[in-house]
């Protein structure tokens, strides 16, 4: 069996780790000239989102259900979260933060020394249908919509403009901060996420506001914010890109994986772990001959049970901020939702239905 991988990134990548030890022949077509991300970057995968998983984290559970392990950069024991009006601190075993891009512990490079023999083809901008007609599966792992579009499968559910930057000046490691307020994000927000001492990302995720003004808006949320103090190395601002889901996560022999799958959650932007396990469940389904939308379909309904919370927010002022910042640094909420295990995503149903009557 010929599977074709398209895309080198969490997706494609756990797909040919789980190819090999399946015993599946696999190639990896990398539109780069290296695998990660050409840009430096954090990821971050908060507990809260995890805990349905029944794993101390999220690495935990990606060791034991996958054999895959990496280091994290990482673990965040304190979090500030802070909109125009309020701040607060939480602590907590908060979740992990992990490296992209292409450092040696990037989450890319960590995946890619784990893939002893599968063929990868650099610089090669692979198209779907051409792949469809030469292997017996393609696997689509882009980390982009347009597959899925030119399918007929995608459904738009908004955009997101991210620009993101490297600073250098003074990081608390085990601290990250979050930033709301809708002069400079819309219903975005704002980023500081340490690499170590010296150095960390400074990232505004930008919604509802054009993108043309995103070199704007970050100024405004580094003087807003009091981050001028940093010494800016770059910034860059990928492509504006769609937010949305996926009707089906195949047709015929071609199967949607990792963001190209609309597998990323619409409130703050996370979906590497659901890359590396859709990945994952692509191969297993090709080898085993399983059904894949069984397989993932649990993936995609944690990323709504999140994403559900976006129709809200889309509506959010920055007294709404304010309000939803001064419910999370609450007493009660600090000792019950950081240091627990609850369930969160899977009752977000029931506490959406409270915020609707509040
Ligand atoms: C700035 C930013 C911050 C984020 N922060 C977080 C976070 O904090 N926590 C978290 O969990 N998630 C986060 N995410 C989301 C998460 O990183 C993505 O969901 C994850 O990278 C998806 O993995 P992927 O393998 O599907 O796609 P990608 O990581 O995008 O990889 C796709 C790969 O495919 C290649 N490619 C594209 N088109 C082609 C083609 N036609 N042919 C061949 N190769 C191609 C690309 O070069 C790339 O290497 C963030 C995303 C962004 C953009």
Known sequence: MKVAIMGGGPAGLACAIECEKLGVMAE???????????????????????????????????????GIDFTVLNSTASFIMKSAGKQVSV????????GRGTADESLENQLMRQINKTPIHYNYLGDY????????????????????????????EGSITIIGAIAVGNFDINSSAIYFNTE???????????????????ELYI?????????ELFQKFIQTEKLEALDYLYRNIPPTFTTGKV?????????????????TDRVLGVGAIEAVVSGTMAARAIAKKEDYSSLVKPLQSHIESISAFRKNINNFTNDDFDKVVSILGAPVIKQTVYNTRIDLV???GSILKMLSKS
């Not at 400079?184 to 340490?194: L, N, S, W």
């Not at 919604?207 to 070199?215: C, D, H, T």
């Not at 996560?249 to 199967?255: G, R, S, V, Y």
Request: charged residues 20%; proline residues 4%; hydrophobic residues 35%.
């Open 28 to 66: 990896i077509f990398e539109r780069n000239p290296r695998v990660g991300w050409l840009w430096p970057s954090i990821n971050f995968w908060p507990n809260i989102f995890y805990n349905n998983l029944g794993a101390k984290d999220a690495r935990e559970y990606i060791k034991t259900e996958f």
């Open 91 to 98: 602590t907590g075993t908060l979740g992990l933060t992990v």
């Open 129 to 156: 249908n051409a792949l469809a007609k030469e292997y017996e599966y393609v696997v689509v792992a882009t980390g982009r919509e347009t597959e899925a579009r030119n399918m007929g499968l995608w459904q738009d």
């Open 184 to 202: 400079y994000a819309g219903t975005g927000y704002g980023r500081v996420t340490p690499f170590n001492q010296h150095c960390g990302t400074v």
């Open 207 to 215: 919604i509802g506001k054009p993108e043309m003004q995103a070199m």
């Open 247 to 263: 009707t089906k996560f195949q047709k015929d022999n071609i199967l949607l994986t990792g963001r190209s799958a609309g597998l």
């Open 346 to 348: 899977g009752k977000a």
